[in-house]
């Protein structure tokens, strides 16, 4: 039972490079998030899908793009990399029925931009 | 859109003591409630949840109460012990019909003292 999982685990980049943080989630959910998680902060929601090919913005979305051709997979692409974005980023499911829903987290990626 | 205040920011308990995190949120309209545990080097863990029709929820030494006209929840621990140190989050959401990202609070480090 793989759940869900994101990679790379660890990735140094420079300012200006395109960077892709992949998220994988077994359980055929619907929903699936990124979050950034960034000391005084806690964590932020970037993106959020709620199906194949419906995406939307979260609160800190700029700088950002995702994807989701399948449901499985929703990476979550840095097109032109800034020091700002030195963060670890979460990737999250969820079965998206009615009411609330659990979400379910990865193991998260560091992101280091230098 | 929804805000999350949480305190306190780091908390110091004895082992076997009890330990309190207290929440408020801003929109009315939020309905579900979740705390996550989250351990150096992971991913947050769900470890309790409430929903809006509910007061209080109990699962053995942990418990969430919420007062929806106080528009505050909290999380309580009871019986501390060592592998309950940890970075402690809440998070509140509207779901109805769908399900939309969490807004968290910017979390409490809990530290049990042996």
């Known amino acids: 039972d793989a759940g869900i999982t994101q990679s790379p685990r660890y990735k140094i980049t420079e300012t200006g490079r395109q960077v892709t943080l992949m998220c994988h989630q077994t359980?055929?959910?619907?929903?699936m998030f990124w979050y950034r998680q960034d000391l005084g902060h806690g964590l932020r929601l970037i993106y959020y899908?709620?199906?194949?090919?419906?995406?939307d913005k979260g609160e800190v979305p700029d700088g950002y793009v995702v994807s989701r051709s399948k449901t499985e997979n929703f990476p979550l692409t840095l097109e032109s990399a800034t020091r700002s974005q030195t963060s670890v980023y979460f990737c999250?499911?969820?079965?998206?029925?009615?009411?609330?829903?659990?979400?379910?987290f990865g193991p998260g990626t560091r992101l280091l931009v230098l | 859109g929804e805000n999350v205040e949480q305190h306190p920011s780091t908390l110091s308990v004895q082992e076997g003591d009890s330990a309190v995190i207290k929440c408020t949120y801003s929109d009315s309209a939020s309905n579900y409630f979740p705390w996550y545990k989250q351990e150096l080097g992971k991913g947050p863990q769900l470890i309790i949840d409430i929903r809006s029709n509910v007061g209080e929820k109990k699962d053995q030494r942990i418990a969430v109460t919420l007062n929806k006209t106080a528009k505050h929840f909290s999380l309580h621990i009871t019986e501390t012990q060592p592998e309950d140190s940890a970075v402690y989050f809440c998070a509140a959401a509207y779901s109805g019909g769908g399900a939309d990202g969490l807004t968290f609070g910017k979390g409490t480090h809990l530290i049990i003292q042996p």
């Open positions: 899908s709620a199906a194949a090919d419906i995406t």
């Open positions: 999250a499911s969820n079965l998206g029925t009615s009411g609330p829903e659990t979400q379910y």
């Open positions: 359980w055929s959910h619907s929903y």
